[in-house]
C-alpha cells in the first residue's frame, strides 16, 4: 500500500487519467473480418479469434477444423493456428475447404 493518499480521477489532469485507464486495460489489436473489425487482446492468437467468430455466428457447436483460414491471404493450416499471432490491421478470412477429386 502507497502511504500517499490517492487522488480522484476527477482531480487529475485530462492527460493523467487518459494514462490511468490506458495502463488498466490491456492493449488491443483490431483485425478485419468478413464480418466486421473485431478488437482482440494484443498476443491473441488465430484460434482465439476463430472461437470467437465461430460464436458470433451461432455455431459455438461447430469445430473450428471443419472451416480453413487465411490470414493476410495467406492459408493457416490448422495445427498453426493456435501459434499464430495476430497484429493490429490483420485480414483473417475463414472459409469452408474445399474438397474433393
Same mark, same amino acid.
Given at each position: 500500500?502507497? =502511504? ?6 476527477? $482531480?487529475?489532469?485530462?492527460? +493523467? *487519467?487518459? *494514462? ?13 473480418? +468478413? ?8 498476443? $491473441? ?19 473450428? =477444423? ?15 493456428? *493456435?501459434?499464430?499471432?495476430?497484429? +493490429?490491421? +490483420? ?11
Amino acid at each position: 500500500m502507497h =502511504d500517499t493518499p490517492h487522488a480522484s480521477l476527477a $482531480s487529475l489532469a485530462p492527460t +493523467d *487519467a487518459l *494514462a490511468i485507464n490506458s495502463a488498466s486495460q490491456p492493449p488491443l489489436v483490431t483485425i478485419r473480418t +468478413d464480418q466486421g473489425p473485431l478488437s482482440l487482446v494484443q498476443g $491473441s492468437t488465430l484460434a482465439e479469434a476463430l472461437g470467437i467468430l465461430l460464436a458470433a455466428h451461432g455455431v459455438q457447436g461447430k469445430p473450428a =477444423d471443419s472451416v480453413a483460414t487465411a490470414v493476410n491471404g495467406q492459408f493457416v493450416p490448422r495445427n498453426a493456428r *493456435a501459434t499464430h499471432l495476430l497484429h +493490429d490491421g +490483420d485480414a483473417v478470412l475463414c472459409f469452408s475447404p474445399i474438397t474433393g477429386g
